[in-house]
């Protein structure tokens, strides 16, 4: 009796000092009423000074499907940050250097949330499929309180994945490749806990546990970038206790012996299905006839403290898990929308991905849906076509053309299909324009002042429409533009002298080609060079010439440009463009990206009224004549000009369109 009641005192004296009734609290140092606490990198105490922040990105590329180590967390780790640079197929999976799985494992892929590993909290996060183009994500306060690997089930290439936590700056070193295994080679094995063993719960129904990521036998796993990082265990972490701490002497119950704390029964099971937890009921009773009395009659330092207990660990029965739609296909009218319904688990309060015949008692939820978010708008031609833009000859005509909407107002043109959008510019053609040669008169002075010489005229072809185009309506008997002429010998004459022509400048189609043109007297057997002021009353050869090798191939060819359709407020103006071949005849080789345009915008400034000098208002009241509508007789119409004139204008949309 008296070693129970040593035992008992004991057990209280030893609660009273881990946690006083002052509310006292007891440090990361394991002191009593110590302030201190745990830095950001683990150091009871510390002042975050110590503390150094590794990242980076593993950025390899990837061949093989499955499992590849990407980084490793060594022990003490805080403020963890693991996440893909952009959104993939591929997933990130975690487990300890002990070979547990925490995220991800044994080809499962785990619903995003909390799960606990290391000695502390991850959070797994995977951003909706449809709306976000960001990647998973692995995230903890830390410390750890061993080495995990975190690593990537490979599907589709590597996106890349940004790592980054906070250690002792004394434990970090730069991140290197285990010295035995290079960065892509093959590890033979799973990511299954080491030496075979499963996870707790995980027996005989492991395997049907697995979800089958790719839908076959599962992968082999390589080590990519395996790194090392040597770590001092944490200040906080140490069992003992300081020797300074000396217990009081034993203390006598308060409460009398004849009473003492039982269990009876348990709490209810937290879940009725995949592994909940239920705790013992403990209540006061009288000892000898196990009477439950109030607590008061027992010593509360001596209540035994509530364990947790595993029920129901049999699994949940599977169900399907449906996801968000996404947007619709299309802005308006009919279009789809797709969500992803996955056949799930509960077990060990995780939630499993499992092959679908396990949900094949349940009816199977639709995937694909119909949606229609409005009435798509519509084209509507609103105007005939105009008149063609040229009275003969190929031209253009214009006609209104809107998008409407189903309630008939005027939308912006991308809220109906552009590839319906029906033409609201075309060309036209008006017949061939009349076309004739057009001459001027021969020269009256002869190219020589004596011996031969020759004299011009130009000739043309010329339309009642715009063309220079030659050879094309006006036939090939082009009438010629020279015919010799002779003043007789030359004695003492001045005139001028040309030399022979040069190589023509381009080695294809119309090119120009030199010669030297000077002043020379000449005499019976010699020539005298004078300035060229001494031939100034003579016609000057010309120095230079067209010239024409060999052809080079089709060319645009383009009238001038047409007048403006408006004087004022944009109009439009048009030419005709034709693809020419080297003998001038129409041609479908032109490259179509070359071709000019036919059509431009012209006039664009504001339409004015015109200016009359002699519009004056006479008179410093003309205010009134105005007010009292006397514009209409020519006296006050003269004498009041600028003001009746400005009434006018206003009255018949003078500023508008002309």
Not at 105 to 124: H, S, V
Not at 205 to 219: L, S, T
Not at 480 to 496: F, L, M, Q, R, Y
Request: charged letters at 20%; hydrophobic letters at 25%.
């Amino acid at each position: 009796m008296f070693v129970s009641y040593l035992i008992l005192t004991l057990l209280h004296v030893q609660t009273a000092v881990l946690a006083r009734p002052g509310g006292e609290s007891i440090g990361c140092d394991d002191y009593l009423g110590s302030d201190k606490v745990v830095d950001k990198c683990g150091v009871c105490g510390g002042d975050n000074t110590g503390c150094q922040v590794v990242s980076g990105v593993f950025k390899h590329a990837l061949t093989s499907l499955g499992y590849h180590r990407v980084v490793e967390i060594p022990q003490g780790a805080t403020k963890i940050n693991i996440t893909e640079m952009y959104k993939s197929n591929n997933y990130l999976a975690l487990r300890s250097r002990s070979g547990r799985s925490i995220i991800n494992g044994n080809w499962a892929i785990d619903r995003p949330g909390k799960y606990e590993g290391g000695g502390t909290m991850f959070t797994y996060k995977r951003p909706n499929e449809i709306s976000s183009t960001a990647g998973e994500s692995f995230l903890a306060e830390g410390p750890t309180n061993e080495i995990l690997d975190v690593y990537m089930i490979h599907q589709q290439p590597n996106p890349g994945v940004h790592y980054e936590y906070v250690i002792m700056g004394n434990n970090a070193i730069s991140p290197q490749v285990l010295p035995h295994r290079r960065p892509g080679e093959p590890f033979n094995g799973q990511l299954v806990p080491e030496g075979g063993n499963q996870q707790e719960g995980e027996g005989k129904e492991g395997d049907e546990e697995k979800a089958d990521v790719h839908g076959g036998a599962p992968e082999i796993f390589t080590s990519e970038s395996a790194q090392t990082f040597p770590v001092r265990h944490p200040d906080r972490f140490s069992p003992h206790r300081p020797d300074s701490v000396v217990p009081p002497a034993p203390q006598t119950p308060r409460r009398s012996r004849d009473h003492n704390w039982k269990q009876l029964g348990t709490t209810e099971c937290s879940t009725t299905c995949g592994k909940g937890s239920q705790y013992p009921i403990f209540r006061c009773v009288n000892r000898n006839t196990h009477e439950e009395v109030p607590e008061s009659y027992c010593d509360s330092s001596m209540k035994p403290t509530p364990e947790e207990e595993p029920c129901n660990i049999f699994p949940c029965p599977a169900f399907w898990d449906i996801g968000e739609w996404s947007e619709c296909s299309k802005t308006c009218g009919l279009g789809m929308q797709h969500r992803q319904v996955l056949c799930r688990q509960v077990y060990a309060n995780r939630s499993l991905t499992v092959q679908p015949y396990r949900c094949q008692h349940l009816e199977k939820p639709e995937t694909t849906s119909t949606c229609q978010l409005k009435i798509c708008s519509e084209w509507q031609i609103r105007t005939d076509w105009t008149s063609c833009s040229v009275p003969c000859g190929v031209g253009q005509r214009t006609r209104d053309v809107k998008c409407v909407s189903n309630i008939g107002d005027v939308v912006d043109d991308e809220e109906c299909n552009m590839k319906l959008r029906p033409n609201d510019i075309e060309n036209c053609d008006m017949g061939p324009c009349a076309k004739s040669w057009f001459l001027t008169e021969w020269s009256e002075r002869c190219s020589a002042e004596c011996g031969a010489g020759v004299r011009t005229r130009s000739v043309v072809c010329m339309t009642n429409h715009v063309s220079s185009l030659p050879l094309e309506g006006c036939g090939n008997n082009r009438p010629v533009e020279a015919t010799p002429c002779d003043n007789g010998p030359c004695t003492g004459e001045v005139e001028w002298f040309a030399g022979s022509w040069s190589q023509c400048s381009i080695e294809c189609g119309s090119g120009t080609q030199q010669r030297e043109v000077i002043c020379v007297r000449k005499n019976a057997d010699t020539f005298e060079v004078l300035d060229p002021y001494e031939c100034s009353f003579l016609e000057r050869p010309p120095s230079q010439q067209s010239c024409h090798l060999k052809p080079c191939g089709a060319k645009w060819f383009n009238t001038e440009w047409s007048m403006c359709s408006k004087s004022c407020q944009g109009g439009f103006r048009v030419r005709e463009v034709r693809c020419l071949s080297d003998e001038m005849t129409l041609s479908n080789l032109c490259d179509p990206q070359l071709k000019p345009e036919e059509k431009e915008s012209c006039n664009p400034q504001d339409c004015v009224p015109e200016v009359d000098e002699n519009c004056k208002d006479r008179y410093y009241n003309c205010n009134v004549v105005v007010q009292a509508r006397l514009c209409v007789y020519n006296y006050y119409k003269t004498a009041c000009c600028v003001s009746c004139t400005r009434v006018a204008n206003r009255h018949s949309g003078f500023l508008g369109s002309r």
